[in-house]
């Protein structure tokens, strides 16, 4: 089925213990995209860049199956900039830049193609661009997930709490889910935000792994324990990007279905972190997936 | 099969923002003695307390099938007495009194009938009790599984890897496993513990689960997740008691069921927390017990 993902196509520069990656290709859409075109090759991107974007990039994105009609490149501006440095063992990360460029001006317009999509990824952005993007659809889509941050909680709330009214799924880490419900146990705060909208609660934990909530019912997904975290940048996005690229795929959004989704989302995130940027994830084949998928199925495996 | 378990008994002032709870039953062996009594009916305790130690206490004990011939009752002093308040969101806790009185003496000799003990548990104690107990032992066990912490590595290094030497099982927490062994991974930190001596890894991870790590083989376990925790004080030990009480049970070590000795270990941890104290480990029956581990199954199925 029809996938659209709305986000940031970006650089980066990324330090890390492993080394310094320079104006490399980032973005939540980018993850996001190149994540879900190992699931479905019916990809709608919107986005924005400045004139300095390569086209290669752009390119490789076609070959994926990925459509860029709705990618706004502004010829005479740059493109969105952020740039960070990762340190206590990835635990924490400063940001040492953000220069917005073109992002200033994102105002997304969907082309007619584009309006009829059926699974729907709000990257994290605005609540502003989220709901502009929601409100171009022209036929009622078959899930909406969207990503955000405790920075929106903090400065755009009641915009925010708007787009959570619309939504069927949100992601967001365990502080975020804590923050935006108000309540500290995540079973709580999974209810509490059922009743702000969406019926399914994504809470990603990161090296712990991921918690998919609704109406009552809990899966705990594991994350695979690593040698190696070189790069954890965008490995949210390549989550989300992998989960509802297999929603996509199989246009199944039963509790059963959301499972496995979660499942796809954490390989394609164990994958991302392996290398910087999107390096990884552009090496990627069925079967390297597939034998990362049952890593994780003897990983969690047990019978009593 | 036989069960030892070595470890404190004693008296605990708790507070959390539940309530407080003063000069209540505590103790590693305690509540590691509960947990196992779920699932063994030949466990012997070794310990020390003071006259001011209920007789009570020790009766039902005795009643859940654990033998207390081991355990030295020193009249005309104190028992040990740990006080602390959790706070965060019980994430911290600070420790607000610690008398170690009779604690200060304990030499533990193993009674005769104790000596062909087949199943181990070293509690938390100072590494020369530890190896005391092992070297009383006549016959060599099946399994010797240890707990400790951060504070023996810090003032005990030497002696505490004497004892990691000898053991099957080490039970230790994330940053304790990265201290033990200087690596961040958890893979890499379980690969260096398995160089030390353990055959098996346990990590625990709190709300996060507990990892199993053996010969290149990895289990992840789920945490339950609560609306209400209330008091976190002996979780890990209640983990440890559940974990070799089902072993010893079934009286089969492999990596298979090794994993549901884990899972059995979260489930009695998850009964813990739900009152202060023992509370909750004294009214616990199979069917409540089995349909909690119903939970844990449902909580981490999935099917590719």
């Given at each position: 089925?029809?996938?659209l993902?709305?986000?940031?196509?970006?650089?980066?520069?990324?330090?890390?213990?492993?080394?310094?990656?320079?104006?490399?290709?980032?973005?939540?859409?980018?993850?996001?995209?190149?994540?879900?075109?190992?699931?479905?090759?019916?990809i709608r991107l919107v986005s924005?860049?400045?004139?300095?974007?390569?086209?290669?990039?752009i390119?490789?994105?076609h070959?994926?199956?990925v459509k860029t009609e709705g990618l706004e490149i502004?010829?005479?501006?740059?493109?969105?900039?952020?740039?960070?440095?990762?340190?206590?063992?990835?635990?924490?990360?400063?940001?040492?830049?953000?220069?917005?460029?073109?992002?200033?001006?994102?105002?997304?317009v969907l082309p007619a193609s584009y309006k009829?999509?059926?699974?729907?990824?709000?990257?994290?952005?605005?609540?502003?661009?989220?709901?502009?993007?929601?409100?171009?659809?022209?036929?009622?889509?078959?899930?909406?997930?969207?990503?955000?941050?405790?920075?929106?909680?903090?400065?755009?709330?009641?915009?925010?709490?708007?787009?959570?009214?619309?939504?069927?799924?949100?992601?967001?880490?365990?502080?975020?889910?804590?923050?935006?419900?108000?309540?500290?146990?995540?079973?709580?705060?999974?209810?509490?935000?059922?009743?702000?909208?969406?019926?399914?609660?994504?809470?990603?934990?990161?090296?712990?792994?991921?918690?998919?909530?609704?109406?009552?019912?809990?899966?705990?997904?594991?994350?695979?324990?690593?040698?190696?975290?070189?790069?954890?940048?965008?490995?949210?996005?390549?989550?989300?990007?992998?989960?509802?690229?297999?929603?996509?795929?199989?246009?199944?959004?039963?509790?059963?279905?959301?499972?496995?989704?979660?499942?796809?989302?954490?390989?394609?995130?164990?994958?991302?972190?392996?290398?910087?940027?999107?390096?990884?994830?552009?090496?990627?084949?069925?079967?390297?997936?597939?034998?990362?998928?049952?890593?994780?199925?003897?990983?969690?495996?047990?019978?009593?």
């Open positions: 089925m029809s996938l993902t709305v986000g940031t196509v970006a650089f980066d520069d990324i330090k890390t213990p492993f080394g310094h990656a320079e104006k490399v290709i980032g973005g939540a859409c980018t993850y996001a995209s190149w994540s879900a075109s190992y699931f479905t090759n019916d924005i860049v400045g004139g300095d974007f390569p086209q290669d990039e390119d490789q994105l070959d994926r199956g502004v010829a005479d501006k740059k493109s969105f900039f952020w740039a960070g440095e990762y340190h206590d063992n990835m635990n924490q990360r400063t940001t040492l830049a953000t220069e917005l460029n073109v992002l200033a001006d994102f105002d997304p009829d999509s059926q699974y729907i990824m709000l990257g994290n952005l605005t609540p502003e661009i989220q709901m502009k993007t929601i409100n171009q659809l022209d036929t009622d889509p078959t899930l909406i997930v969207m990503d955000t941050m405790n920075f929106w909680m903090d400065v755009a709330w009641d915009a925010l709490i708007e787009v959570v009214k619309k939504v069927d799924v949100i992601t967001i880490n365990d502080e975020e889910a804590r923050q935006l419900s108000g309540k500290y146990s995540l079973v709580d705060a999974a209810a509490e935000i059922h009743k702000m909208g969406p019926k399914y609660v994504v809470i990603k934990k990161g090296e712990h792994g991921a918690l998919l909530f609704s109406e009552g019912k809990i899966f705990s997904a594991p994350a695979l324990p690593m040698s190696l975290v070189k790069d954890p940048t965008g490995a949210g996005d390549t989550f989300a990007g992998g989960f509802i690229g297999y929603l996509a795929q199989t246009d199944n959004v039963s509790f059963e279905n959301m499972k496995r989704a979660i499942i796809y989302g954490s390989v394609m995130a164990s994958f991302c972190v392996e290398e910087f940027s999107i390096e990884k994830l552009k090496t990627l084949d069925k079967a390297t997936i597939d034998a990362r998928v049952q890593q994780f199925v003897d990983l969690a495996a047990f019978s009593m």
